[in-house]
């Protein structure tokens, strides 16, 4: 994925303040996560609610 922002995206931001949207992740490692995520909810349902687990879900992909 591309790391720098573009020409247009800078001249963008600089004439509106906010650039948006950004993409993060490709498609692969988006589905990725997706995927893990949805193991781990399985895994952790019978102990937890989903809502706590989506707070702060990076910190269980360290």
């Known amino acids: 994925m ?4 573009t ?3 800078l001249n963008r ?3 509106d303040g906010v650039l948006f949207p950004i993409s993060i992740l490709s498609f692969d490692e988006a ?3 997706l995927t893990l995520s ?5 895994l ?3 102990q937890s609610q989903p809502v706590e687990m ?5 910190l269980f992909f360290r």
């Open 2 to 5: 591309l790391k720098t922002l």
């Open 13 to 15: 931001y600089q004439q």
């Open 7 to 9: 020409e247009n995206q």
């Open 31 to 33: 589905t990725r996560y």
């Open 38 to 42: 949805n193991q781990l909810g399985s």
């Open 54 to 58: 989506s707070i702060q879900m990076h």
């Open 44 to 46: 952790l349902k019978p």
